[in-house]
């Protein structure tokens, strides 16, 4: 194996600017698109591997020294964010890569979760170590889960409801509840009702309410306008914030090079995330935050056709 590829990070990406995490440095536990649901509003496009079973997809002593190598390089993190191109807690060695990252860095860690698999005790005590979770909640009813989030078989939407509940009484740490509205589909005051009421049972420490603001993976699949969500922020009882439009504030050096470099590489062609990513040799969701300022910021655009959805400048 070539030095540079011993050198080249695999499962660790970032850090990158996030919406609530502040610099984050993501570890990627599961191949590209393997996941339990195949949310339509997916920036990352369909799922490819639609399952519930988990598996130790990459050792863990390589993502652990990957980490660690990373944290060598990087001073301003943060936080630890187990996420990446799939769901999260599909990697059965999760406590263990929790444990092994609570080692060697004091910096919190975060799992960025789905939350389909919580009805598994296994799972729950696998990321009860994590400083932070962000559980998903799409839905409010049956069908409009099963048309949303478009989950694997084993995943109906009352285990679903019955894994938030017995994750929050069981977890010692923060809990934020992701609430992502649909435009036409569930963002209209009676399925908002549905998911409100099912929050105040579950009682997070907070709501975070959000909508498409990337390219989906279906057309249909809707932005919700702003004052539209800070009118739904009000029918949740705890504390409830609208973070779908990003900061502008984030770290100006690091991203001034980056969007310099996206910009030079959408003069010559119009790119998709995956021609972005592979021209920049930067991870998915790397390149994902990056184009999403330059969309914030009304630099670049999209366009579609036959072979997927592109980005151009304006």
């Known amino acids: ?51 519930s079973r988990r598996e130790a997809y990459v ?26 191109s799939g769901e999260p807690t599909l990697y059965s060695d999760l406590a263990l890569l929790i444990e092994g990252i609570k080692e060697i860095t004091d910096i919190p860690v975060a799992v960025l979760t789905n939350g389909s698999l919580l009805w598994d005790r296994e799972v729950r005590q696998g990321i009860d170590k994590a400083d932070l979770v962000i559980p998903s ?16 078989e084993s995943i109906g939407f009352d285990r679903m409801i019955y894994g938030l509940h017995q994750f929050r009484e069981s977890y010692p740490g923060l809990m934020w509840l992701e ?27 907070r709501v975070q309410l959000n909508t498409v603001i990337r390219p989906p993976a279906e057309k249909y699949a809707l932005s919700v306008p702003k004052h539209r969500m800070l009118q739904f922020a009000k029918m949740f009882e705890c504390k409830t914030e609208v973070i779908a439009d990003y900061p502008s504030a984030y ?19 119009p790119c998709r995330l995956e ?10 969701n790397e390149a994902v935050k990056h184009l999403e300022h330059l ?3 009304g630099v670049i655009s999209t366009m579609e056709n036959e072979k997927g959805v592109f980005y151009v400048l304006k």
């Not at 409100?196 to 420490?205: G, K, T």
């Not at 021609?275 to 998915?284: E, F, K, N, P, Q």
């Open 251 to 269: 770290d100006t050096d690091r991203s001034a090079i980056s969007r310099e470099d996206i910009v030079h590489l959408l003069k010559r062609r």
């Open 59 to 84: 050792p863990l002593k390589v993502l652990v020294r990957e980490v660690r190598r990373k944290l060598e390089e990087e001073k301003k993190i943060d936080y630890i964010t187990l996420s990446g």
């Open 1 to 51: 194996m070539k030095e540079a590829d011993k050198n080249r990070f695999q499962f660790v990406f970032g850090p990158v600017p996030s919406r609530r995490l502040g610099r984050s440095l993501g570890v990627d536990t599961v191949p590209y698109k393997t996941c339990s649901y195949d949310c339509v509003y997916c920036q990352l496009g369909r799922t490819t591997v639609k399952t």
């Open 295 to 297: 969309m914030v910021d």
């Open 137 to 152: 909640l799409d839905a409010g009813d049956g069908p409009s889960f099963t048309r949303v989030n478009r989950p694997v």
């Open 179 to 205: 609430v992502f509205l649909l435009d036409q589909i569930t963002a209209t005051e009676e399925k908002v009702r549905q998911m409100a009421a099912h929050v105040r049972s579950i009682h997070p420490d």
């Open 275 to 284: 021609d972005v990513a592979a021209g920049l040799s930067i991870h998915r």
